[in-house]
């Protein structure tokens, strides 16, 4: 992983994020010697839409197909 110095970061962070999203390779910023944050890019999934987040969730209980309530408490269905 690279290690950039902190002020090397405050000149050139543009770059520095433009080029961790590029490459897909996080970088860590350090400051005398001691590691202060790692940037770290984004991963395609969570790039995506909210849209089908919980897929794979849900778990299905009981009959699915037959209705809640019979036949004879629906109107529609007795005619």
């Known amino acids: 992983m690279e290690e950039i110095q902190l ?5 050139n962070f543009y770059n520095i994020i433009r080029s961790v999203s590029r490459s897909d390779k996080p970088v860590l910023i350090a400051d ?3 590691s ?3 940037i ?3 991963l395609p999934s969570e790039k995506n839409s909210w849209l089908g987040c919980m897929i794979g ?3 299905i209980v009981g009959d699915i197909v037959s209705p ?3 036949s004879d408490v629906w109107e529609v269905l007795s005619e």
Request: proline residues 5%; hydrophobic residues 30%.
């Open 7 to 11: 002020s090397d970061f405050q000149n």
């Open 36 to 38: 202060l944050v790692k």
């Open 32 to 34: 005398k010697g001691k």
């Open 68 to 70: 809640a309530e019979d």
């Open 57 to 59: 969730t849900g778990k």
């Open 40 to 42: 770290v890019p984004v």
